[in-house]
């Protein structure tokens, strides 16, 4: 009796994280979208890479120091919110770059939408542990990372080609490995769990908005 009722108090539990974890990541692709749309609205310049990179880490710091109290929440909405307005300008540059540019955000969306959903839905269907992936996750992200960083300073669009190609790979694993980390109480926590999905639909829309540039863009 008492092991069943841990294992119903467990499963009671990562049903809430789940669910507080979809919830949350809904309300915070909404309002990345709106500070997207204003920051195209009204012609906001992109803030910079350095910038960029001083933001998003200094709010995932701010983030992971309150991941138990509302200002945990407040973050996770100033970095979603920050990270939309980085993205209005990428948007409006390939609209404006190419004549097809609506277009390739479209398809970058859907793309995203369709990767997400079909890894979340394995996920939760198959019910496997792919815990096994977080070693290699995480040190295909740092060398991705480093190698955009060398792609980005040293302007070798091949390799900023390859790093996006490498990155839609990896955040597809990483939507994969999350959601099951989540169904199998390794991630506890909806707030961080929400940042992690986020971030991973954030770079998985990129890359495929710059590989769509680079190869089916038209003047």
């Known amino acids: 009796m008492s092991t069943q009722i841990k294992t119903s108090s467990r499963s009671i539990e990562i049903n809430s994280v789940l669910r507080n974890t979809y919830q949350l990541l809904s309300l915070t692709l909404l309002f990345s979208g709106l500070t997207a749309y204003l920051s195209m609205t009204f012609n906001l310049p992109h803030p910079g890479f350095i910038i960029t990179l001083v933001g998003y880490f200094g709010l995932l710091f701010l983030i992971h120091k309150f991941q138990n109290s509302a200002i945990g929440i407040l973050g996770v909405f100033a970095l979603t919110g920050f990270m939309g307005l980085t993205l209005g300008p990428m ?77 839609v790979l990896l955040m597809s694993g990483l939507i994969l490995f999350e959601t099951s980390n989540i169904i199998h109480g390794g991630e506890t926590n909806y707030i961080l769990a929400t940042v992690t999905l986020f971030v991973s639909i954030y770079n998985l829309f990129v890359s495929l908005l710059h590989l769509l540039g680079a190869f089916s863009g038209e003047d």
Do not use: C, H, R
Request: charged content about 5%.
């Open 91 to 167: 948007i409006s540059a390939y609209t404006t770059a190419f004549s097809n540019g609506t277009e390739l955000v479209a398809m970058a969306m859907t793309g995203t939408g369709a990767i997400f959903l079909t890894m979340s839905f394995y996920a939760l269907v198959s019910k496997k542990d792919f815990s096994f992936m977080s070693g290699f996750l995480m040190v295909g992200i740092i060398l991705a990372f480093l190698a955009g960083l060398a792609a980005y300073f040293f302007e070798i669009p091949a390799l900023s080609l390859a790093v996006s190609a490498v990155f």
